[in-house]
């Protein structure tokens, strides 16, 4: 299993990136997927994740964050829109253990490297 994600940079407050997270070694449409971020100091928290029929979302992300899966290209996505100071961190890539999307880290047992995104004027 390897996921490698892309997309990270520097942005303005208010500004937009697309996450990206390529997949390789096991068949991506059957897995849940999902996003997690860890600012400098803090914990390891779910931002979003995706099953086959459904999507979750932590509040503070709700109405601003994407996440969506190209199973034909093997690839999850996070658009995030309205992107706040707040919202600097590494995001990681994560496969969870099962079909079934969760909201904690033990949920998942294979990440990403992670890319660093952060949001300053």
């Known amino acids: 299993v390897q996921l490698v994600e892309s997309g990270g940079r520097t942005v303005q407050p208010g500004g937009s990136l697309r996450l990206s997270c390529a997949a390789s070694?096991?068949?991506?449409?059957?897995?849940?997927m999902g996003w997690f971020r860890q600012a400098p100091g803090k914990e390891r928290e779910f931002v979003a994740a995706?099953?086959?029929?459904?999507?979750y979302y932590v509040d503070s992300v709700k109405g601003r964050f994407t996440i969506s899966r190209d199973n034909e290209k093997n690839t999850l996505y996070l658009q995030m829109n309205s992107l706040e100071p707040e919202d600097t961190a590494v995001y990681y890539c994560?496969?969870?253990?099962?079909?079934?999307?969760?909201?904690?880290?033990?949920?998942?047992?294979?990440w990403g490297q992670g890319t660093q995104v952060t949001v300053s004027s």
């Open positions: 994560a496969r969870a253990r099962t079909e079934v999307a969760g909201t904690t880290t033990g949920s998942y047992n294979y």
């Open positions: 070694g096991f068949t991506f449409n059957i897995w849940a």
């Open positions: 995706i099953s086959r029929m459904s999507t």
